[in-house]
């Protein structure tokens, strides 16, 4: 788990490392933001390594203050949005984009009233034992709720097995964060969908491959067609 800036900043090279090679298997404009998924959640925990150092004292106040507001909009603004319109984007069955636009609805609504909670009122970052523990001024559950509706729902109605384990895993991931430290949950389930974002490279992987085949067989047929 998160207990230091190391782990950080190590899973931010372990799952960059994923996030570029999932790029770069990006082939239509509509998969660049599912595809680009991993390279951000590697950037998100490298910020957060930074949010450690300033906590400790190892950095400027300034810039773990910028760390600290860079992590908080971007886990609580930028993916409720970002999430469900990738998946609608990519989704091909027509039926289940229709299923995934309500989806991307309640991420845009859910990311502009946190947008505005976490611009609005002071953020603080402390230390905690498993991981930081982030408080803002975000009132009750029920927000909670609607983003990991949006965030985890979204992935669950892809048509794609892979992306739909992204989903489950990261549903049981903020269960499991919740059991560990309900303080600092958002760093811990961060972290957890960083990791869990390797499934995604798995998608775009068998997507190149099935696809390999499709030209292969078309090759074949031809070339059988024209003899």
């Known amino acids: 788990m998160c207990f230091a800036p190391e782990a950080d900043f190590t899973a931010a090279v372990a ?6 090679v999932t790029l770069r298997q990006a082939r239509a404009r509509r998969e660049v933001i599912v595809a680009a ?17 300033g906590i400790r004292g190892e950095v400027s106040s300034g810039l773990g203050d910028a760390a600290r507001d860079v992590y908080v909009l971007f886990a609580f603004a930028v993916l409720p949005v970002l999430v469900p319109l990738g998946f609608l984007l990519l989704e091909p069955v027509r039926q289940r984009r229709r299923w995934l636009a309500p989806f991307v609805a309640l991420g845009a609504a859910v990311g502009l009233f946190l947008l505005w909670h976490v611009t609005q009122y002071p953020v603080q970052a402390i230390e905690h034992a498993r991981g930081i523990a982030y408080f803002t001024h975000v009132p009750g559950d029920a927000v909670a709720i609607l983003y990991l509706v949006a965030t985890c729902g979204a992935p669950l109605l892809s048509s794609r097995p892979y992306l739909r384990w992204f989903g489950v895993i990261n549903l049981a991931g903020a269960g ?16 957890y969908a960083a990791l869990a974002s390797v499934l995604i490279l798995e998608h775009f992987r068998r997507e190149r491959a099935a696809e390999g085949d499709q030209s292969g067989r078309s090759i074949r047929n031809s070339s059988s067609t024209t003899a």
Do not use: T
């Not at 951000?40 to 490298?46: C, D, K, P, V, Y």
């Not at 499991?176 to 972290?191: D, G, H, Q, R, T």
């Open 37 to 53: 998924l991993p390279l951000l959640f590697a950037a998100h925990q490298f910020v957060e390594g930074f949010v450690w150092l």
């Open 15 to 20: 799952v960059g490392s994923v996030g570029v």
């Open 176 to 191: 499991i964060a919740a059991v560990l430290s309900i303080l600092a949950f958002e760093s811990l389930w961060c972290l």
